[in-house]
């Protein structure tokens, strides 16, 4: 017997298909071949913040366990599935598969895939290691799919995972409106948070397992355990087919792309960070109604940008006084003309709140009242009683702060794929799971 990986990545364009889709379908034939899996299909979700990704990107890896001889024809039925399902005519589109032998994925594979989710990467580098571990690449077009077909391979899921039940729309359906209800949606999430996560919007009430888009995704429910998100898939009531489902393991939810810098001045565009700073100018509201701030330390001074969308999170940096320490997570956006190079705040911690303090005039000694500041060094008056003085003081008064020194994070509704939301703290797992459950249980026999 032999383990094979199977990574595949970038079939979809933004007005149709779905690289999970095309994992399915894979996952499927393949089972029926008598091919068994040794793990769920893997999710990987790769640097939200690289400019020329304007999707999920995601990148799928099987490993399976097969003879010798089904090896040919499981490259070839892989191939031949991700042609037919790819969109071959949309410019951006430029699928990869990649085929690696053995149980041991190459340590240089996993740090690739590290820069994958953290950073940038290079096709040439993709194409190099391919090569230097006897592995082997198809790709389409400018090939480039190969480097997130790669990196799937590579992202072990080690430092922690969640899982994903998605369910996809029988074809005549795709580009319609998504048909279920609410109630139902409303109803798992209550019986199964917090092991499913980001269900539902607790601000706006809005259901979130849906996608909008000509996609075939249905809905796609995420939770700690695989069981848990099969158990919140039959509680949700469907009023479309459901043509078929598959359980996903994935770095939803687990902060992947966010790597802990010592200092200001390591900011690179497009790798996004969590650094700290003090806060050094003051919020202010910028057209479409962002707050933006900026924090310094002692090498340089960066601009953070809470976008309107990010709701909670904006109200939150809208509070902030310079002075404040915190520490900033989210993607960088490179300088352009009208704005310096700016963190597109993720979350904020608040480390070290500054004191508020506001000057107040005296009260009056004879009836208390607030006195009237008579100009510059000329005294107070009671605008009631009329009593004047030159000797009283202004006083300097601490308010509070509405603000805690904690983690705040953008509403659910504007988080990331890769974003950890509040309710995961403490729910990290660091091992894989060590069976998987039985068969037919992660995936449901395709409709007729
Ligand atoms: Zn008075």
Excluded at 111 to 123: E, N, S
Excluded at 259 to 273: C, G, H, L, M, T
Excluded at 338 to 347: A, F, Q, Y
Excluded at 409 to 418: D, G, N
Aim: hydrophobic share 35%.
């Amino acid at each position: 017997m032999t383990v094979l990986h199977v990574g595949i990545d970038d079939t979809d364009s933004p007005r149709m298909g779905c690289t999970t889709y095309v994992a399915s379908l894979i996952v499927e034939k393949l089972a029926a071949k008598g091919v068994s899996f040794i793990d769920y299909p893997n999710l990987v979700r790769l640097n939200p913040n690289v400019p020329w990704k304007t999707r999920g990107n995601g990148a799928l890896c099987l490993r399976l366990r097969c003879t010798e001889s089904q090896v040919e024809e499981i490259k070839e039925t892989v191939v031949d599935t991700v042609e037919e399902n790819s969109d071959l005519d949309f410019a951006g589109t430029e699928p990869g598969v990649v085929f690696c032998f053995g149980d041991t994925i190459p340590e240089k594979f996993t740090a690739f895939a590290k820069q994958a989710i953290q950073g940038i990467v290079k096709l040439s580098d993709a194409v190099k290691l391919v090569k230097a571990f006897q592995a082997e690449a198809v790709g389409f077009k400018t090939q480039r799919g190969i480097i997130g077909a790669l990196a799937a391979i590579g992202g072990n899921l080690k430092d922690d995972h969640t899982y994903e039940l998605i369910a996809y729309r029988t074809p005549q359906n795709r580009g319609t409106k998504r048909q279920l209800d609410p109630t139902s949606v409303a109803e798992m999430d209550k019986k199964t948070k917090p092991l499913t996560f980001n269900n539902v919007d607790p601000e706006t009430g809005r259901i979130l397992i849906t996608p909008h888009g000509p996609d075939p995704i249905f809905y796609g429910i995420r939770g700690e355990t695989a069981t848990v998100v099969r158990r919140a898939h039959r509680m949700v009531k469907a009023t479309e087919p459901i043509e078929r489902w598959t359980i996903f393991r994935t770095n939803h939810g687990t902060d992947a792309h966010l790597r802990k810098i010592a200092s200001i001045e390591e900011i690179q565009p497009f790798n996004p960070v969590v650094v700290k700073g003090k806060v050094s100018k003051a919020p202010s509201i910028i057209p479409r109604r962002h707050v933006v701030f900026a924090i310094s330390d002692e090498t340089k001074q960066v601009d953070c940008a809470a976008y309107e969308p990010t709701g909670e999170l904006r109200k939150i940096a809208q509070k902030l006084l310079v002075g404040d320490v915190i520490e900033a997570y989210g993607g960088i956006r490179p300088p352009s003309k009208k704005r310096p190079m700016t963190v597109n705040l993720e979350k904020l911690k608040i480390l070290e709140l500054a004191a508020k303090t506001v000057s107040q005039n005296p009260l009056c000694p004879q009836c208390c009242r607030r006195m009237e500041s008579m100009g510059v060094n000329k005294g107070f008056r009671c605008p009631k009683c009329g009593f004047r003085s030159t000797e009283l003081k202004k006083s300097i008064v601490v308010k509070s702060r509405d603000l805690k020194k904690k983690l705040y994070v953008t509403s659910p509704r504007s988080q990331r794929h890769l974003t950890k939301p509040l309710s995961r703290y403490g729910l990290e797992k660091s091992n894989r799971p060590d069976k998987m459950i039985s068969n037919w249980f992660w995936i449901n026999k395709p409709v007729s």
